[in-house]
């Protein structure tokens, strides 16, 4: 889980350009100023990165880093 | 030789034993191509299910997914019309269809034309971590349109049942509820040429959204105006989007139009165009696709994302790249051609266009197979004469550019007029007004909000300035606070209402608008009214606004505090959110500095 939440904030990292801290308790919408262009930017850097699938469903209904490691650790496992 | 390209590029990675997957053709052989002569949207069905074309649905990866041709797209669409009516469904209901672009919606959409149930379609989430703004937003719009049912994908069902709840909404069907459904024996009663078409939700801030009522009567006419005045239509166009289906360009320029002319349409989803733009392109250069349309943004983002594969793309069947949605920026556009001409774009692909849901869709296109053209004029003039003076020479600085967006599509007057109502001459700037039959009927039951967009001589106040050049229109900007961001449309109400929920703020302490970044694209401006002078608590609260307003419109503001009583009111006592900005951009509003 670590590993995937590391993944996640390297990824994450490029978008981050106000340099706030990222952890697994980082809400991502409210706590980084990426527009809505840069997420599904960095969504797709998670997907190609695990080669995993994220709905927008899942998208919409995330929020911190953690969950959103939750949610690729998931999908890793079925896999 | 489009047959044989048909066949290579149909393979999908599905196992040998399946079939092969192959998409529709581009043009019909046996069925000649029949633009115009409809008076409903299901005649025109009825019509393009006698051939062989249709929508093909591309994954976010870019492999053929799903195909639906126009004959699949009617038979499902009249057994969906029977389901949907032994539900209880009564004629004129209406019906919010979750709008994702997939062949679950378009039979949905076509089922209620059958079943003479009017559609409305609604936005699909998809902002990260917005779940509950969408919530909010779709049930403003069930609310609006006194919905009486609202059919959703399943991995929607939690948001769309929840919208539903606070809408008083009873009856939540997720698609395969409704295949579920027995069919009802009853006869079907569709529309006719009278009767309204759909329901569009693209209108209106959150709080009060406003639903715009189309009749078959103007979407006949509207798509007319583009197949002959706008595309100049032929029989072996082969269309293509990513456009959301909840839109009007995207519902209407992409979904309905090309139906009704017969055409076939490849679809890559709204957010996969987002995650991978490239994609588009690509798949443009596989299909020899020849039509397609975007804001201006989404050609900055497709070049910038392109990198060295345009060189191995092929895009010289592309005839129309229409640009609509947002104001038309020269300078992305010419960014966009230099890096395609290895592909073989051609930039008098480029369409420019202006139109807006009230008028169904289209109002004006600059003329195919004609480079942009640009008016350059002084911004002294602008300001101080309100004329469009042309000046040849002259920097940034004192010129600007504008698009010429061409004359009203056939049966449409156009007329700019000054504030006292008065048709203004050539080159004087005002406020654009629109009439003829694409206009909608009016706005769903908002009488008041109807009286004050359409006038009592049938023209519709489209909130846009602009000046007449020659008979054609140039769009210069809005008269309306509506913010433009990426092509998506931003009410300024939705950003300061979030922002006044935070307890140190109260209504009227924040006001948004945008202002022309050096891009010339919109930048978003949040003003502030900040009653203290600790220079942490002003740190603490800008932070605070900058989190609120990103959850709930998903935008990039700049956030500035100021002094308390700056912002100016209206005599009424409104927020003067026009008398914010200008005093901001005249230097007059103290702004605190950030630290």
């Not at chain 2, 004629?91 to 949905?108: C, G, Q, S, Y």
């Not at chain 2, 060295?308 to 992305?332: F, H, K, N, Q, T």
């Not at chain 2, 004469?385 to 061409?406: H, N, W, Y």
Request: glycine share 8%.
């Amino acid at each position: 889980m670590t590993d995937i939440i590391d993944a996640i904030c390297a990824l994450l990292a490029p978008f981050n350009t106000e340099h706030v801290e990222l952890k697994a308790e980082t809400d991502i919408p409210a706590e980084l100023n990426i527009d809505s262009v840069g997420v599904l930017d960095f969504i797709m850097e998670v997907e190609d990165h695990f080669d995993i699938e994220i709905p927008m469903n899942v998208v919409s209904d995330t929020r911190t880093i953690g969950e959103l490691a939750t949610y690729v650790q998931s999908q890793l496992k079925k896999a | 030789m489009e047959l044989t390209k048909t066949i290579s590029l149909a393979v999908n990675s599905s196992p040998a034993d399946e079939p092969v997957l192959s998409r529709t053709p581009r043009s019909n052989r046996d069925v000649p191509q029949q633009l115009g002569g409809f008076s409903t949207l299901a005649q025109g069905l009825d019509y393009a299910a006698r051939g062989v074309t249709g929508f093909n649905f591309y994954t976010g990866r870019g492999a053929l997914d799903v195909v639906l041709t126009y004959s699949e797209l009617r038979s499902k669409a009249l057994c969906t019309a029977r389901k949907l009516l032994s539900s209880g469904l009564k004629r004129l209901d209406r019906v919010a269809i979750v709008a994702e672009t997939n062949a679950d919606f378009m039979i949905t959409f076509f089922a209620c034309q059958y079943a003479g149930l009017v559609p409305c379609p609604v936005p699909y989430s998809m902002y990260i971590g917005g779940k509950e703004s969408y919530v909010t937003r779709i049930a403003g719009m069930m609310k609006a349109a006194h919905a009486h049912a609202i059919v959703t994908p399943a991995e929607m069902l939690d948001s769309a049942q929840a919208a539903a709840d606070a809408a008083g909404v009873a009856l939540v069907l997720t698609h395969d509820d409704v295949a579920s459904l027995p069919e009802s024996m009853t006869k079907l009663h569709g529309f006719s040429a009278d009767d309204v078409a759909y329901i569009q939700y693209s209108s209106g801030s959150t709080s009060a959204p406003k639903g715009v009522l189309i009749s078959q009567r103007a979407i006949m006419a509207n798509a007319k105006g583009m197949h002959f005045d706008g595309m100049k239509l032929r029989n072996d166009d082969r269309a293509f989007s990513w456009l959301p289906l909840y839109h009007d360009m995207g519902l209407v320029g992409f979904c309905l139009a090309p139906m009704l002319a017969q055409v076939t349409v490849d679809y890559l989803a709204t957010t996969a165009f987002a995650r991978r733009p490239a994609l588009w392109l690509k798949l443009m250069a596989e299909n020899r696709s020849t039509i397609s349309f975007s804001p201006t943004f989404g050609y900055d983002l497709a070049a910038r994302r392109i990198n060295g594969e345009a060189v191995s793309l092929d895009l010289s069947a592309w005839r129309i790249a229409g640009i609509g949605g947002d104001m038309v920026r020269p300078d992305v556009l010419k960014a966009f051609a230099d890096t395609l001409s290895v592909s073989k774009f051609s930039p008098t692909s480029f369409l420019p266009s202006y139109g807006m849901a009230e008028s169904t869709l289209a109002i004006s296109f600059a003329g195919a197979d004609l480079p942009v053209r640009v008016d350059r004029v002084s911004r002294a003039a602008i300001r101080s004469q309100q004329k469009a003076v042309p000046m040849v020479d002259g920097d940034d600085e004192v010129a600007r550019s504008f698009v010429i967006c061409g004359k009203a599509i056939e049966g449409h007057v156009m007329q700019v007029r000054n504030e006292a109502g008065v048709v203004l001459g050539e080159r004087e700037i005002g406020r654009i007004y629109v009439s003829g039959p694409s206009l909608m009927s009016c706005y769903f039951n908002n009488e008041e909000a109807t009286a004050e967009a359409i006038g009592s001589d049938g023209f519709l106040d489209t909130g846009d300035m602009g000046y007449v050049l020659n008979g054609e229109i140039v769009i210069t900007g809005r008269v309306k606070d509506l913010i433009l961001h990426n092509g998506r449309n931003i009410w300024p109400q939705d950003i300061e209402w979030s922002a006044e929920q935070l307890p140190e703020l109260k209504s009227g302490d924040v006001a948004a608008f945008a202002v022309e970044g050096q891009d010339g694209d919109d930048e978003v401006v949040v003003l502030v009214e900040c009653r203290t002078s600790d220079v942490a608590s002003q740190e603490s609260l800008r932070r605070d606004v900058a989190k609120i307003v990103h959850q709930s419109a998903g935008v990039d503001c700049s956030i500035l505090l100021v002094a308390p009583r700056s912002l100016p009111f209206t005599s009424s006592g409104k927020l003067s959110r026009n008398g914010a900005r200008q005093k901001y951009l005249a230097g007059e509003i103290d702004v605190f500095a950030a630290h």
